[in-house]
């Protein structure tokens, strides 16, 4: 496949766990659109090289129509809002989208500063630091949660609540 921008080969290769197509030339991403919101909410690259991908790959953005590499129909444009602030092109049809140099990365920091990425981080932080027998309390109790059981026990509700406010000082 080609790049819809500058027409050098894509190469297929991983981006925090998920197969894309990068444009080598134009750092560009070629990605189905069901891993996006898997991408955005990936916590494997840290800010720092989030923020350094956005200085260095940036460039103009793609004002105009591009055709979709895969099928070759015009993509549309999606705005993505402030902080973010970036025109997506997306292939209705093949279900991709297209991110010009620095974009993918200025939208997984947009979801890293938000509420609900700064939630997501403190909650892997404090799973982090449970002890091992909790961290196995915690998991069953979730697979309880998971097949529809309607008492828990107390402890799930403990270390939800040790996970959301931390621990209890008395």
Known sequence: MKCP??????????????????????HGYLLSDRRIESIKR????GQDLLKQEV??????????EIRCPRCR????????????SLHLDRCADCEMSW????????LQLTHEISLRGRDAAEFRRR????????????EENLKKLDSGEEMLGQSFFKTLLTLISGPRKF
């Open 5 to 26: 921008v500058c027409n050098s080969e894509l190469k297929r290769l991983m981006y925090e766990g998920f197969a894309v197509f990068r444009c080598m030339n134009c």
């Open 42 to 45: 990936s916590n494997k690259r």
């Open 55 to 64: 200085i260095e790959e940036s460039g103009a953005d793609t004002l105009e």
């Open 73 to 84: 129909r015009k993509m549309k444009k999606k705005f993505i809002p402030e902080p973010a």
């Open 99 to 106: 991110f010009d140099g620095g974009e993918l990365a200025r």
């Open 127 to 138: 799973h982090e630091e449970m002890t091992p027998q909790r961290k196995i309390e915690f």
